[in-house]
């Protein structure tokens, strides 16, 4: 579902922002608020809020060894 936020609203990303509700079997339920990254290393990619890091390692594959190695 798109986002009704009333930042959303403010930014004019209603049609960017989307949340996405999961419910894993025997675990609880849950929401993901998904965007077009807007600057950094991300830029232009969707992005799980939250989940920044991962979503980095899945387009470069050298953040993950470095985290590894850190």
């Not at 807007?38 to 594959?61: D, I, K, S």
Request: charged share 30%; aromatic share 6%; net charge negative.
């Amino acid at each position: 579902m798109f986002s009704n936020t009333e930042l959303a609203h403010r930014l004019g990303r209603t049609d960017d922002w989307v949340v996405v509700y999961y419910h894993e079997p025997h675990g609880p339920e849950g929401q993901a608020t998904i965007v077009t990254e807007q600057r950094g290393p991300l830029r232009g990619l969707r992005v799980v809020r939250g989940r920044e890091r991962e979503c980095r390692e899945l387009t470069e594959p050298t953040a993950a060894v470095e985290r590894l190695a850190g």
